[in-house]
């Protein structure tokens, strides 16, 4: 299997494809700045919360309240992301290799809650005000991630190419509710053909749609498990 770090390389020599061009540097300067704040502002305003849902995890189920994953960074970097524990330690996925499914015995009580209300990936945050995410891009993947059984490089040849601008907490798949396990090549491709739209589309007014179709998404009723 090709290095993607490589095919990236390959990918950003392209003159069909200079993210910068197609939005401008004050788009992405005002991405940032928006992370910045908006990130800061949640993680104080939410610490109350966030304390309790730690507290309600230890109660729980044995084990630390934080759970870190090595995964794709902007770049093909590789990041650590932070996530609430929802499975049991003695059976948690270091890799993020295997996706959870529906009924997943790996998954704690709470686990299941915070899962299916996404309140798991609030930690993220942390993520996005450090610079490793943003609030919006392409959803960020573990290193190795299968979809339809097959790693997501080999479903997709252009994939690597999603991994020019910072993976996000949400992104134009998530928007549309394309969301779940890959169980099928068909939904696996779909998402990634939403990633490179938006790479190769990205404007600050995009990543506004997005944000408010995410919430309007979560306030129907989010598909996480």
Request: charged share 25%.
């Amino acid at each position: 299997m090709a290095n993607p770090a490589i095919l990236l390389d390959d990918y950003y020599r392209e003159e069909s494809f200079l993210p910068s061009k197609r939005a401008g540097h004050a788009h992405y300067f005002i991405k940032r700045l928006t992370d910045i704040v908006l990130s800061a502002t949640a993680l104080l305003v939410l610490l109350p919360f966030l304390l309790t849902v730690a507290a309600l995890i230890r109660l729980d189920s044995p084990g630390p309240v934080l759970f870190t994953q090595q995964r794709w960074g902007k770049g093909c970097r590789k990041i650590r992301v932070y996530k609430f524990r929802s499975m049991r330690t003695d059976l948690c996925d270091v890799t993020g290799v295997n996706q959870t499914v529906a009924g997943d015995p790996r998954i704690t009580k709470i686990g299941a809650i915070i899962r299916r209300t996404n309140i798991d990936e609030l930690p993220q945050l942390m993520n996005v005000l450090k610079g490793d995410m943003s609030l919006v891009g392409p959803r960020c993947h573990a290193i190795g991630m299968l979809a339809a059984g097959m790693p997501y490089e080999e479903l997709v040849p252009e994939y690597h190419r999603r991994h020019v601008m910072r993976p996000g907490m949400t992104g134009l798949a998530q928007m549309r509710g394309l969301r779940g396990p890959t169980d099928r090549p068909g939904k696996a491709r779909a998402r990634i053909a939403c990633d490179l739209h938006y790479v190769e589309n990205f404007n600050y007014w995009l990543d506004l749609r997005i944000i408010v179709g995410t919430v309007v998404s979560e306030l129907k009723g989010g598909k996480g498990f």
